[in-house]
Every structure is written in C-alpha cells, then in structure tokens.
C-alpha cells in the first residue's frame, strides 16, 4: 500500500473537535435548512396510502401529485415554531419518576428498542419472550442510568402478534413506575395503548405534560409509510408526543456524505413534526436524524462510526434552532459481543449525544449486533456506566408499588379477547 | 438499599452536556482563575533545589521565603500571553510529517508514556526491553493514527538506566521518522537529547517551529522537583517545546471536587508556563491540567470517570484564554485487560479530549491498567481507531528512511562510552 505523507494526512483528516466546536457558525445550518428546502419544494415526500395526511398538508400550502407533496420548508419551520413546545413533562405512574424531556432539563435515557434476539448472561442465545421481557424490565425499573423503560426492548416471540403490546403494556405497569414509550403496532392499538396508560397512571390531564412517547419513523428516503402517518396523527391529537426520527444508512438509503444525510434527514423529519401541530398545536415531539455509514461488505450499518457522530452534533443543533427537544442514540454497536468494540463504539456513539445536548437518548442500554441482539450482561453494564457516567449517582431504585388492580384486569381482559378471537 | 426518587435523581444530576454547553459562560473561567490567583498569592508554590528559577521569579516580582514562592497569578498571565506562541511546528526527520500544535491545527497524537510492563500479543507479560520498544515504534510509525512516536513507550528494563535515553532516540530516529518526545532523565541528557535530534533532523532553526517536545510534570499539590525545573530551563532556552502538565488524584494530591482539582491545576500550570517565557520569550509551550479520582479501595486513580472528562472540557478552554496550545489523554482505563471496560473508558477520555479541543493527545494507544501496562493489541486497536475516528483514514505509512550514518554512529558510541564508565 502506498504511504501517505504528512501533509496528505493533514489534508484528510476530519477532526470531530475541529469541524465542530465553531459550529456557532450559522451559515452551515442555514445552508443545510436552504438545501433541505430545495429537496422539499422541487422533489417533495412520499405520503403512502394516507389521503388524510395530503389533504391536511395541500390545506397548509403544499402541492400535491398523487402521493408526493411538495413543500415549503420556512413554512414548515413556521408550523413548528408557533406551537411545538421547548420542553414537555412525561409522566410516570409514579409522580416522583416524571421526566421532563427538552429545555433545560436533565437528559432521558430509555433503552434498546426492537431486539429480536436476547443473549442471556448464562451465554445463551434465545428469542425474546414475554418472561424475559419482563425481567429485563425489572433491571431497567432498578438500574438508576434508565429514566424510561422504553419500549419492545426485546421482542415477545411467544406471544400473538396481535396480543404483544399489551402484553408488553402490563409489564411496563407492573414491573416499573417509570416513563415508557408507546405502541405504534397500528393506530388502533396505539389508541388503546395511550387510554390504557391513561387509565392506569390515574393523573389528570395536565397542559404542558403527557404519558408517552411514541417513535414514528419515516422511511428514508423521502418517504412516510401509512401506518406511521395514521399513528402519528392518532398521537398527537391525544396530546401525546411523538418522536419523529429519520434512521438513514449512508450510502444505502442516504447520501454517503454528513451534509448529504444531514439535509435529506432534515427535508424528512420536517413535515412529520409539521403534521403534529397540524393535528394539535402544542403536541409535543421530539426530532432525531440519525445516519449510520452502510457497510457494503457485510451489509449492514456501521455503529459507531465518526461519520455519524458528526451527524448527531449537528442535528441537535438544528433542533435546537426549531426549538424543540433532540434525540440522541446510546451505546450501539456492530459488536457481536460485549467486547472493547463494543465498549469503544458504544463509548462513542453515547457521547456524541450527550456532549450534543440531545434531550432523549435511546438504545441506551443491551445493544448488541447492530441492534439485532439484547444483551442481559450488556443492559446492566450500560445502565450502571450511564449512572456513573452521565448521573454521577449508582443508588438503586425501589421496587413499584402494584398498579390499580382493575387495569390490571382490564388488559388481562383484552389479552383473552384477542387469544379468543385468535 | 433505600432507592431515590425521580426527583432526588434530577438533583444528582451532573451532566456532561448541561454542564458544558453553557460554558461559554466566561465567568466561570473567571472564578478559576480569581482562585488560583489567591492560591499563587497566599500558598504559593514550592520549587524544589533549584535557585536559579527561585531568583527568576523573585525578579518577575514573586515573594520568597525559601524555597515557597508567593506570585501574581494576573502578572504570569501577562508573561504567557505576552511571547508564548498560539501554535508551533513539531518538526520530524522528515519535513513531510511534521505536525503543527496549536491553533486551528490538527491534533496530535502520541503514544502511551511510561509503562513498565508490556502484554505481548501472545498473551504473555513480560517486562519493557530495547527489542520490544523498537516493535512498538515500527508499529507506531505505520499507524495512520499517531502523528508523533512520543517517548518512554515502555520502559527498556533490559539497559542501564544510563543508557535508556539514548537507546530511545536511536530507535525513534531509526525506526521512524515522525515527530517524537524529547527526554527529561536529567538536565544534561536532556541537552543531549536536544542536540543529537537537532544533528539527526539536519533542518536549519526556523521560527515558530522545533524538533522534541517535553513532558514537564509539577507534583502535586503545589509543587515543583528539582529535575523538571532544571529540565524544563534547558528545554525552553534551547527553543524546544514543553508540555507542563498538572496530573493530579482527586482526593489524594488534589481536592476531590472538579472546581478544587482545576483550581488547583491551573495554580501549578502557570508558573511553570510563565517560566518557559522568563527563560526564553517565544519558547513553545502546551498546557496540561489533568485530575482522576483517587480510588480508596484499590489506592489507585479511576481512569474513564466522568469526572476526569470535565476538567478536561474546562482545562482546553483555560488554555485557550492564555492562547496557548492544550494536552488531553488518550484512551486511558483502569481496566486490567482490553475488554469492554478498557473500549468505554478509553473512548470516553478520548472523545472529551477531541471534543475539548486538546492539541496534544498523550496516551493515545497501548495504554491498560492505570497505564503500568502496553498492551501491544491494543496499542494496534487505538491507533487504527484513531485513525478511523478522528482522521478517516487507515493509509499506514510508508516506513522510514535510513537516518544520517555518523549521527547513528555518534549515538551508538555514546552508548559504548556510557557502557565503559558503568
């Protein structure tokens, strides 16, 4: 292999510290806004099967052709900015646990979301169940680093599709008091899933604070699918916060370039917080833009890679320009085990969030082989590292106090229902 | 264990982000410096045996009493701004990989500093030899990652103490020809050192631009030996570069809070600064102020703790309001093999080194347990990580030409001489 000198290194070197500490620089994110713009008003975004959605956007200015609408970026930015709040209080069943999520408070940390696999601290590797669900709960419930139980941290292989998020929902109601997220399985259950917390938390609505925060993910490129758009308006008409997020593999469903990512994210999560101060003003959300080099060789993203640590730094900042609230991801990896990669990688990736600013970090704790894996070792190392690290404090938290008995009837209710029908 | 509430917890709370973000906030910086200055006027700082810097800084209107010298903090701050270079070239063998240090510059990246112990990749422990520095320096100098070979990457066990330093720049100039580390063994090896360099680089002075740079501890608390004094007078009359660092154990020669330790350090740093410029206007300098936790259980200091990555943030921009260039550490851990803990320490001293902006990133690679260990694996693993992280790019280097014949010849017979004297 050819030598390069020193100059040459200079010249290609791409520091983290020196691209981003002058990053007050205005001009650079006004030049990603204006390019996001331009994608928005000549190529527009893919609305899928959800005229709703397109009528509610052609009423605020966009133009429609078929499922693509094409619009105005400072008109959106406007949309935003009128109505989405700097900061919203999600709730917990128990009071004590709120977490406030944006302005200045305190970042949250909810862990991995999506697992289909579970690697055991005995080193066996399983599909996730409804048992192993809940244990992990119970880890997340002590663990001081976790101020949200987040959501499908692994999935309930042993259950009915159709029975999974309230399987899931009774966990969370019982084996913690703190925040969790919600379902988005289908806007009929994300319905469900917000009444039933609802009922079940027992707190009056309250301006300013919600019971759950939901991940809405737009498909980049360009596009929406019609589950997310029917949830998300399902969301935010329930006054509860969705966090729209665009997860870009670079060079596969993205630019390969950080500005690339960072402007097509940008077009993409746009609308989405537009429509939910379209369906409610004031509903609140959260916007990620998360890009992740895609690995040709393997095929799969690259976690931990600087690339998307730049992207993280940078769209923070745009957020906060929106004045709304970030998200950040946590310790991911492409590590198949819990190894110095992982470490490192992980390392990596959590403080670009935190130095970031972002506001709600998930994939927190347990992930493992780019997500597909949660593991039970890796979730308490994570959680215990975040408490040192980010919280400086390693008490742990004691155990729930039991929720009101008729919920719990409630949803074991609606579980034999759906096994009935089934 | 009684748990805490979500509110407790927000109160515990001492981010990263939240902490650092704002800190554009000057008058923090204001209240460290007001503190040290009272530390330098009332305590004062104590210099060991050397009473030629004792009369400089009586002359530069400090006030003696043996050998404790009481200073105007403002007065030495005067001194440092008034000559000491923003930036400065860090020249090599080979004018190609010579680095700049300081101002809007890439940063620097040296190896592990010091290690007595080495961990092959066979798995065995073994002590530092001559055989073994010359393989970390050939791997070293084909890493893309480190910039400069630094010095003392392990300790040559098997040569005379007599004989180490020069058994050092021989391997550095033969096995290399990046920018290294200059000796501080005693006052007249460091001349040596100096002088066989500047023979062996064959490069003309040039302003703003030398051939070694030296690590210059203090002793904390307050103090400086007699040997860096002495050391640190030659180094800056000769025009050479000096890293006076502060590493100080929070709770055992330092206090235990982030504000004590960078107060304190920054008290030490200065005057050692100031003298750099008392002895030479113009000498380069870079500024260190570096602070672990003191672990009462294992006696020893905790790499990786959040803690330490604070008073990194805080101490670059301390150096930056002097103007001058700043140090950061590398992957540093306690961690006694290169496992998960040893990834998320190292990754997280690193990054908050990148991110504060740190020139000169010492302990970039190798470095386990407490850095009395170099791993050779993971010596590899950092400086590839580097590479990819902060320089994209994984171009190894083409290996160095032979250095000059006779400089080889009058290094190789210093050391028979040396041989003959023991």
Redesign the interface.
Known sequence: ???????Q??E???????S??PATDAAAFDAIEKAADRILEEVGIRFQNDPETIEQLRRAGGVVDREVVRLDGSALRQIIRRSAPRSFRLR?R?P????VVGG????SFAPIYGAPDVLLESGQRVKGSRDIYRQLLAIAHES?GL?NTGHMICVLDDVSEASRAFEMLLAHLTCSD?PFMGSIASPEIAMEYIDLTAAAFQRPPQTGACNLLHLVNCTPPLTYWENPLKCLRIIARAGEAAMISSYMMMGATSPTTIAGSLIQGYAEVLPGLALTQLWRPGAPVVMGILAWPFDMRSMQPNFG??ASQLVQLYSSELSRRLGIPSRGDG?VTSAKV???????????VL??S?????DFILHSAGWLEQGRCVSVA?FR?DAA?IA??????S?????PAAPDPAIEAEIRGRLLKIAMVA
């Open positions: 292999m050819k030598g390069h000198s020193g100059c290194q200079r290609l070197s791409d520091y983290l510290a020196r981003f500490l917990a128990n004590d646990r709120d977490t200045l408070a305190c970042t001081p101020t703190k890679d600087p310790a819990d190894d110095a990669q992982a470490g490192s990688e992980g390392a990596r403080a670009a935190v130095v970031s600013g972002a890796k190392r590292a040192e690290t980010y919280l400086q404090t008490i742990a938290c004691e155990p």
